[in-house]
């Protein structure tokens, strides 16, 4: 039992808080030894309990009657309400337990929020280290009483990191100077209360002084004239001043610094620019206030905190103060202020604004600039004007400052309208013109409507709406000094056409320094972090500079989280233009505008040095280039778009179906055929004086050279006799032969060995790649006159990626081949037929790639005696059968006739019937007649099936020929050397030895156009 001695302690109460509560009981119950009671329970006797068992369980009752008559003293009325069903102390404490601590999961839930609380726990920035310290250990036995042990060095490290930024130095010290795994929350605490209060005395004496002046010792002061004070005590007790005699007026009673005479003589400069007049505000007490200003002799310039007092602020103007701490602050602005002092007006003009300065600061300096003086005596300060004599006067406050008190004036634009018969028409029709509204009334246009006078005051709303944004700076206030200390960016697009590889954007980088631009062009918006990744690492590598700050509009590519952690991370500064002004990012948008411009007009002045030898005039002087053909990447459009006008206004008609064909027509069926590549012409017709009359206005029109008759022309070399004429390329066959020294070689008599079927060849060697490629592409410039190559050369053509040994040994002996027939070409015979027939024939072997199992198709078509068109090409699918590789080879030969027949029609060459084209596979011509076999051409592909759709509309006819007749077989197999003849002799290939040359009625034009005009 508890001994009497003792003296009482009392009930703590219950108020809400349960584990301190239940802290607090159990020590109470467990000092009256009735804590047993709380944990088992109230002792019940049994059925037949002896008399001991019974004294025990009445002993038991009684004490639980004890324990609950406490637990009812400390638990408020409106809770025990709630409980008082529970019959022993157990199941009260129980009920309270249940009721204010919770089950398990509802225990973690409240853990749960302590934990969320104790990691967003930081001291307030008004808050005390007791404070702070309090309210974090409360947090910290919440969790500990919830079953989870938080350790001092948690809570050490948690108190350290959510400090102010006020305590940074505090931290780092004790983070220096002690183990913080050993450092007790006392130790920290104490640490911590010592340096707040050291902190607080300082900002005491920080408060006192407002950067004052002192009048002391010796002190001097100039104005336009010259002054002085002076001052001296010496001894202690007071000095008789009856015998003194003033040096100055020479009176009796007071030293010369304190001569009346001072103030009479004093020099005068002007304080104010404005007619207003500053006039005194009575000193008030120490109490700092917004609207309280401290004449500073310290301070070098006027400053405020507060931005909404200044008018003609200019936000661009930047500075900085440096405090008597050593540290700056940044000046974001200078203004003007205006004072209301006794219901008058005063001005201070030229004042700094200091975000974050809490106190108003006159400068003593500034002002004397103004050509004011300032007397300092006896506790007072005095400003006098020239004209106005003395303007304020102010006493030293208590802290030896000198405070003016005054009403700050923040302009206002006020405009006021009066609403008349005028205004009211103005407004119902649509702000018109009152010239307008008196046009209507006296037209009698609108009922009811008066003669109306003009309006009193300009529309308020007519006034707005014709209001339009000031012009943007046209120069930057700051400019970078340094390489990549600034870099403009900004992304342009998308931009119609996509170009080849499929971009539709491109993205700027300019360094303000240099203005050097580099231009990446992306295919999305969102590739705009990864550009910039990669121009910073180039560019820093090559200047040895770091990209420090990074200018850009608020588009959505730049905004994104991920751009903004890699400059974080980069520690690049991020400079955003304000919503719709791209005009800050001016930089960007002009190089945008400069780089559009090139693309759309490549149009520059350029000039050249005389070349020696034909110097006219001054050495010195250069010529400028008026229009060039070649060198101007917008050359080629320019120059077709003058021909074309020029052949347009001689009545040219321009062929739909091939751009550089035109033709004149005339009388009688005269006709005259102009073909254009570049600056070349070939024009023909069956007219001589259509032909010389064009010559004669293309030598009018442009600087143009007649060649005569046509006898060579783009590498091809024409003959024309009385037979017809012959076309050939003896003269680059030869080229080509000494280029790869094959001029020596043994002919052949056949461009492929019969049968060959050349593959990859993987395993063999690889060969020079590049010497291949040139062989190859020099012989298929010799198709425009050799349809026998074409097969040989489609085939060798196929393996230009890794040539081995065995595909050079192929292509030269097309070489060999081509050794042999130096002057072979197709020969067009004269024949008296008007009505010259085009025909066509169509083949393709099938599954001829040995590698990728795919056919070759091959084509050719007919005009009189000579071959006009011819293909050999791989088709671009895999087939299931010979009429399907057939097939899809006729439909390809469809497609051409349909141009040929276009063009001969252009030419007045018309083909009235159905264009013929000879194919050897039978199943194939009955596909494209009828849907037939179905199962074995549902897979074909539908662009394929429009060979069936021209046979319906009759102008293709698709006709059956024998496989030892078919020409195109030279174009799609390795054939034997007697079925090669043959069939090159049927395409009309015949040698050039034997033709005669004879004049016909077509000649060559070479153009050297002048786009000048």
Same mark, same amino acid.
């Given at each position: ?227 002085? +004070? ?6 202690? #007790?007071?000095? !008789? *001043?009856? @015998? /003194? ?5 020479? %009176? ?63 936000? +661009? ?6 405090? #008597?701490?050593? !540290? *700056?602050? @940044? /000046? ?5 202020? %205006? ?417 060959c079927k050349l593959d990859k060849d993987e395993n063999g060697k690889a060969t020079d790649a590049t010497t291949f490629k040139q062989m190859v592409g020099c012989l298929m410039y010799l198709l425009a006159t050799r349809p026998d190559l074409a097969y040989s050369i489609c085939l060798v053509a196929r393996f230009m990626d890794r040539p081995t040994d065995i595909h050079v040994a192929a292509v030269k002996r097309i070489m060999r081949y081509l050794k042999g027939t130096l002057t072979d070409g197709i020969m067009y015979k004269h024949t008296s037929n008007k009505n010259i027939e085009l025909v066509g024939w169509s083949d393709s072997d099938y599954a001829g790639d040995v590698n990728d199992r795919k056919s070759t198709s091959g084509y050719v078509f007919m005009l009189g005696t000579g071959a006009i068109a011819w293909s050999s090409k791989k088709q671009p699918i895999v087939t299931l059968s010979t009429t399907e590789a057939e097939y899809v080879a006729a439909a390809v030969c469809a497609c051409q006739s349909i141009w040929l027949k276009a063009v001969l029609s252009h030419m007045k060459r018309p083909q009235n019937q159905a264009i013929v084209i000879h194919c050897d596979n039978s199943s194939s011509i009955k596909l494209s007649k009828n849907p037939v076999m179905h199962g074995r051409c549902k897979h074909i592909d539908v662009r394929f099936h429009f060979l069936r759709n021209l046979t319906k509309d ?60």
């Open positions: 039992m508890a001994d009497s001695d003792f003296a009482k302690p009392a009930i703590p109460k219950f108020d809400g808080f349960y584990e301190h509560w239940a802290m607090l009981m159990e020590n109470l119950l467990r000092s009256k030894e009735y804590w047993s009671l709380i944990e088992t329970g109230v002792v019940t006797a049994p059925a037949n309990a002896t008399f001991e068992q019974q004294a025990s369980a009445n002993a038991s009752k009684l004490l639980d009657l004890k324990v609950k008559n406490y637990l009812f003293q400390s638990i408020d009325r409106s809770i025990l309400e709630t409980i008082l069903e529970r019959d022993t102390a157990k199941e009260i404490w129980d009920a309270m337990r249940t009721k204010y601590q919770g089950s398990t999961r509802v225990k973690r839930a409240q853990l749960q929020a302590l934990r969320r609380e104790f990691e967003v726990l930081a001291m307030g920035e008004g808050e005390t280290i007791d404070e702070y310290f309090a309210r974090t250990m409360s947090i910290a036995n919440k969790v500990t009483s919830f079953g989870e042990r938080m350790t001092q060095v948690t809570i050490v490290e948690k108190i350290l990191r959510s400090l102010p930024a006020k305590f940074n130095f505090v931290v780092c010290s004790i983070e220096q100077s002690n183990d913080v795994t050993t450092l007790s929350i006392d130790e920290l605490q104490s640490s911590l209360i010592v340096q707040e209060q050291r902190m607080k005395s300082q900002q005491r004496g920080i408060e006192e002084q407002a950067l004052k002046a002192v009048n002391g010792g010796r002190g001097s002061g100039s104005g336009r004239g010259r002054g002085r +004070s002076f001052s001296r005590a010496r001894g202690r #007790g007071r000095v !008789s *001043k009856e @015998n /003194v005699e003033c040096f100055k007026c020479h %009176k009796l009673a007071h030293y010369k610094n304190e001569c009346p005479d001072w103030e009479e003589n004093a020099n005068y400069a002007e304080f104010f620019e404005e007619e207003e007049t500053l006039l005194m505000a009575r000193t008030n007490t120490e109490e700092l206030r917004n609207e309280t200003w401290f004449l500073d002799s310290g301070c070098s310039n006027h400053m405020v905190g507060n931005k909404d007092w200044l008018y003609e602020f200019d936000g +661009s103007y930047r500075d900085s103060v440096k405090l #008597g701490d050593d !540290s *700056k602050m @940044n /000046v974001m602005g200078k203004g003007n202020i %205006k004072f209301s002092i006794a219901g008058k007006i005063h001005v201070i003009t030229n004042v700094f604004y200091i975000p974050g300065l809490k106190s108003n600061l006159l400068s003593i300096g500034q002002i004397q600039q103004k050509h004011v003086t300032i007397v300092f005596k006896n506790d007072l300060c005095k400003i006098y004007h020239d004209d106005k004599g003395l303007l304020f006067t102010t006493h030293m406050s208590p802290n030896r400052m000198y405070v003016v008190n005054a009403t700050v004036i923040v302009p206002n634009c006020l405009q006021v309208t009066k609403k008349d018969w005028s205004q009211l028409w103005h407004q119902r029709y649509g702000h018109l013109s009152i010239k307008g509204l008196n046009t209507l009334a006296k037209k009698d246009m609108v009922n009811g409507l008066p003669v109306l006078d003009d309006l009193d005051k300009h529309c308020g709303d007519c006034l707005t709406g014709k209001q339009h944004m000031d012009a943007m700076p046209k120069r930057a206030v700051w400019r970078a000094k340094l390489k990549l200390e600034l870099v403009h960016s900004d992304l342009c697009g998308p931009l119609n056409p996509t170009s080849n590889g499929g971009n539709r954007y491109f993205i700027t980088f300019t360094d303000d320094f240099s203005r050097k631009t580099w231009t990446y062009i992306l295919k999305e918006k969102s590739s705009a972090l990864d550009t910039f990744k990669m121009f910073k690492l180039v560019v820093e590598k090559e200047s040895g500079c770091a990209i420090q700050t990074l200018r850009t509009d608020r588009g959505g590519e730049f905004l994104s989280t991920d751009f903004h952690e890699f400059c974080s991370n980069q520690g690049i500064k991020r400079q955003l233009t304000a919503a719709y002004t791209p005009q800050q990012n001016g930089v960007s948008e002009r190089k945008n505008r400069t780089i559009l411009n090139m693309v759309r007009k490549l149009t520059e002045d350029i000039y050249v040095e005389q070349p020696l030898g034909y110097q006219n005039g001054n050495k010195n002087m250069v010529y400028k280039l008026r229009k060039a053909l070649y060198g101007l990447k917008q050359a080629p459009r320019a120059w077709y778009s003058k021909i074309e006008s020029y052949f347009a206004t001689e009545k040219f008609k321009k062929c739909s179906h091939e751009p550089t064909l035109f033709v004149k027509y005339g009388f009688n069926n005269k006709i005259l055929i102009v073909s254009l590549y570049v600056d070349d012409l070939i024009c023909t017709g069956n007219n001589l004086d259509m032909i010389l009359d064009f010559k004669e206005s293309m030598k009018k029109n442009f600087a143009m050279t007649d060649l005569g008759k046509m006898k060579y022309f783009l590498g091809v070399e024409v003959i024309q006799s009385d037979v017809g004429i012959f076309i050939h390329q003896h003269k680059y066959a030869i080229e080509i032969l000494k280029r790869f020294g094959m001029e020596n070689c043994n002919n052949v008599c056949s461009p492929i060995v019969p049968g009759g102008m293709v006819e698709m006709k059956h020929c024998k496989s030892q007749d078919q020409l195109v077989d030279i174009m799609t197999k390795p054939l034997k050397l007697e079925s090669f003849l043959k069939l090159k002799e049927g395409l009309g290939m015949r040698s050039a030895q034997g033709h005669d040359v004879c004049v016909k009625q077509s000649c060559a034009l070479h153009c050297i156009p002048d786009l000048s005009s």
